[in-house]
């Protein structure tokens, strides 16, 4: 347990000073600033809640929730109130930022098992202690490992984190993840059955590979991809070849955590056991190792982000993302978050005008195999844009092989950008009464009152959908580009890093790129989906989590042309990648249905059959458990035993009605001829 501050954080903008800004994140933005009355250098998260779609009991549910959690190894606020409309969580200064800009800046390639095990460990313990008390974190990543000057390693952002023990609601909303898909464990993917805290130790196995590689697998592929790769492929895993400077340990760990059953993952108490963490070492390694030399944050941010802008340029002056630095172009991604359930709703929506795609192609069945290795599939997928969305949709096909493809058609319809004057689309979410929400939260003031309301304020990642962020004396930006706000590219919320450079040498192209989709069902929702300010001045709108905004990404001023403007109907035939994703979701949670109805109707086919082969539950859930593609291989063979018995069922019932036929014309035979001798017998009495 952590000391808890006596020290009273004022609640109030006036009492901070911001100075340069030292991350950015899915939701928020966040500086390096001044206690004033306290002379204490602090971190300021600046969340906009104008924008937010999320409903401001759940953001108040989570700041109640996270008032439980005290822990070492845990970033918790000083304080949170509101200031204009936005949020602002006043937390601990962690000096030398996440370990993703650790490594982005000094340790592209991961760091040392030494370092490694260090981190994870401290991590580790602050999954033990979530766990324990009913908290499933979310958002395990590296980006999320914040690190102090003196080696400290702190787990931060609740935002996602949702209680296992809840219901109602919040139950629901862990139905409803939304999150990073690299570190998405596959169950929450797939939302079958809900999921609960091995998420977190699939996002701690992915954790454990990001700071071995400097990136998170399939990191460099848009969220569809990641999605069907993480369903379909084998886990990804250290590789005996290529990860030779790594121990068996270390592989073993990764392997135990990255089990795509989510009952076979171990917990994270018993990871703790694991023989690995007798490497980890204390903090003060860190500090000697990797922390030594390293730049101050506020620089580092700001060269990152430098960086970052000259690589979109070059990658414009090239025009082929295949030029890319696979060093640069592999980058962690906090940069898109997406709601699942928000795509799967999309798809309901779409009305099936029926017919039944006759797709079957056998191939795209196959299963990649490739473990961790990423490689296969660049040269199969960077080759060009043609050559990707192709394969995008021969596995779309796969998908598809009973799906009314008219859905599909629809779906493609769905996705739009429209550019135009902010009046036209200003979003009309009225402005959340969140001054009582928040304020006065200081770690103090909720000491005294002993409700400990001063940790660390937890939003649901729905918030992420919330972008612009004024800092006091400052113009309204965007937060939702990656390390590049000034040069206006405004999807950092909703794209991956790898995928925004893909869609930034398509807005070259093709002008505007936008994988959102209309949200149908709550208009309100679609206005909050917001128009948004360009750092250039240009707007945007997003009708959904999916964007991409048609900002200009040139530097210069050079700008990009901006294709179809898309209203109603949508006319838009450019279909990219990210849009076919709802899609892939709904044909997913239609071979899920499709599966479910085999099952049920071997069942009654075995009844009606009497033969012994019953499904039993336990098989049934077998069937659904099993890879996708043996699934339907065993499922084929039982359908062509049913389909004999079947046959030799209507065989026999044939066989029958013929002798059934037979006996009735003997029957009638008899008598006839048994009336025949009556009337002859009544002939002969009348006579
Ligand atoms: N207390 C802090 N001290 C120092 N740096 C911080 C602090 N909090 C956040 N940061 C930096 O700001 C970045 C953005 O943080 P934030 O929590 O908003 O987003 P994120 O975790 O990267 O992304 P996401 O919103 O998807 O969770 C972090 O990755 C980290 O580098």
């Excluded at 190792?289 to 580092?300: E, N, S």
């Excluded at 906090?334 to 009305?351: C, G, P, Y």
Aim: hydrophobic share 35%; aromatic share 6%.
């Amino acid at each position: 347990m952590e000391q808890l501050s006596e020290k009273r954080y004022p609640a109030n903008p006036k009492d901070y000073k911001l100075y340069e800004e030292i991350g950015e994140g899915v939701s928020a933005t966040v500086y390096r600033a001044l206690c004033v009355p306290l002379n204490e250098i602090v971190a300021i998260k600046v969340l906009d809640l104008e924008k937010c779609n999320n409903d401001l009991d759940g953001i108040r549910r989570e700041v109640q929730t996270m008032s439980l959690i005290n822990h070492q190894n845990l970033l918790r606020a000083h304080c949170s109130f509101t200031a204009d409309q936005s949020l602002w969580v006043v937390m601990p200064y962690m000096a030398e930022g996440s370990c993703l800009h650790i490594m982005k800046t000094a340790y592209p390639d991961g760091f040392e098992e030494p370092v490694i095990a260090t981190l994870l460990h401290e991590v580790l313990k602050a999954l033990v202690y979530l766990h324990g008390h009913g908290h499933i974190h979310r958002d395990v990543k590296a980006g999320n490992i914040l690190v102090d000057t003196n080696g400290a390693v702190k787990l931060a952002d609740f935002g996602v984190s949702a209680c296992m023990f809840d219901t109602g609601d919040r139950q629901r909303s862990r139905n409803t993840f939304v999150g990073t898909p690299c570190w998405m464990a596959p169950e929450v993917m797939q939302q079958l059955h809900g999921y609960d805290f091995k998420a977190d130790i699939w996002s701690f196995g992915i954790t454990a590979l990001e700071l071995a590689h400097g990136h998170a697998p399939f990191s460099k592929y848009p969220p569809m991809k990641v999605l069907l790769m993480t369903l379909q492929n084998a886990p990804p895993g250290l590789d005996y070849e290529r990860d030779k400077r790594f121990s068996k340990s270390f592989k073993d760990l990764v392997g135990n955590c990255l089990v795509k059953d989510p009952k076979k993952r171990p917990s994270s108490e018993k990871i703790m056991k694991h023989p690995f963490f007798k490497h980890a070492r204390s903090n003060d390694y860190l500090t000697r190792t990797i922390l030594d030399g390293l730049p101050p944050l506020g620089q580092r941010f700001r060269a990152l982000k430098d960086k970052e802008a000259e690589l979109l340029l070059q990658n414009k002056q090239l025009g082929d993302k295949e030029h890319l630095s696979q060093q640069e172009y592999i980058r962690g991604i906090s940069a898109w978050n997406f709601n699942l359930e928000d795509l799967k709703t999309q798809a309901a929506l779409i009305q099936d005008p029926g017919g039944i795609s006759n797709t079957d192609d056998s191939d795209t069945n196959k299963k990649h195999n490739d473990g961790c290795d990423e490689d296969d599939f660049a040269s199969k997928l960077t080759s060009s844009e043609k050559d990707e969305f192709h394969d995008l949709q021969t596995v779309e096909g796969s998908l598809t092989s009973t799906f009314p493809v008219h859905s599909l058609q629809a779906l493609k319809g769905c996705f739009d950008v429209f550019e135009g004057e902010e009046d036209a689309t200003s979003p009309i979410l009225k402005k959340p009464d969140t001054e009582s929400m928040f304020q006065l939260q200081s770690s103090s003031q909720v000491e005294n009152s002993d409700s400990r309301l001063n940790n660390g304020v937890v939003l649901e990642r729905k918030l992420s959908s919330a972008k612009s962020v004024s800092a006091p004396g400052q113009r309204p930006r965007f937060l939702s580009g990656p390390l590049i706000s000034e040069l206006g590219v405004s999807s950092k919320k909703v794209v991956g890093d790898g995928e925004r450079s893909e869609m930034l040498q398509k807005n070259q192209s093709e002008g505007n790129y936008s994988g959102t989709y209309r949200q149908m069902k709550e208009p309100i929702a679609a206005n909050v989906h917001e128009l948004e300010e360009g750092a250039e001045g240009r707007y945007v709108q997003h009708k959904g989590r999916f964007k991409v905004t048609s900002a200009d990404i040139n530097a210069k001023g050079t700008s990009t042309t901006n294709c179809s403007a898309n209203t109603g109907a949508s006319t838009n035939s450019t279909i990219t990648p990210a849009s076919i994703l709802p899609s892939l979701q709904y044909m997913l949670q239609q071979n899920i249905m499709q599966r479910e109805q085999i099952i049920k109707l071997i069942r009654s086919m075995e009844q009606m059959s009497g033969q012994n082969m019953e499904l039993s539950d336990a098989r049934s859930s077998d069937l659904l458990q099993v890879p996708a593609t043996s699934r339907e291989r065993e499922l084929q063979a039982y359908m062509a035993t049913l389909q004999q018995s079947i046959w030799n069922l209507v065989e026999e019932l044939r066989r029958m009605k013929i002798r059934n036929t037979q006996l009735e014309q003997q029957l009638n035979d008899l008598t006839n001829k048994e009336n025949d001798k009556l009337q002859n017998q009544d002939k002969e009495t009348s006579r």
